[in-house]
């Protein structure tokens, strides 16, 4: 079982069991497919706290990309100060970005 994987530019860490794809709902199987965190915005400004894919990654987290985006950048320092699985903190701040810029 992967611990995480590279794709587009950064390390996204499986999370493990019990999580599921922010994109397509998946679930982590443990076997053959895995959730990991992927921490960036779509380019519809969606935020993907988890992201699925194999062992390579190839599933929703090589087909989703960051978009080039300020809030994508915040979403990602966002990240940076919480390195857990602190999602839920994560998208909050993310609310009051869209509510501080009018989206």
């Known amino acids: 079982m992967p611990k995480s994987v590279k794709m587009h ?6 999370i493990g069991k019990g999580h599921t794809c922010s994109c397509c709902g998946a679930a982590d199987n443990g076997v053959d497919w895995f959730v990991y965190r992927a921490g960036w915005c779509d380019v519809d ?5 988890r992201l699925c894919g194999d ?6 987290l ?3 990309p960051p978009a080039k ?3 994508n950048e915040v979403a ?5 100060l919480m390195p857990g ?9 993310l609310e009051d970005y869209d509510y501080i810029h009018g989206e």
């Open 76 to 80: 990602q320092m966002l990240c940076d």
């Open 9 to 14: 530019g950064k390390d996204c860490k499986r």
């Open 62 to 64: 090589s087909e989703v």
């Open 45 to 49: 400004g969606i935020y993907m706290a």
């Open 55 to 60: 062992k390579h990654g190839e599933g929703c």
């Open 85 to 93: 699985e602190e999602d839920d903190g994560v998208q909050s701040m």
């Open 69 to 71: 985006s300020e809030k």
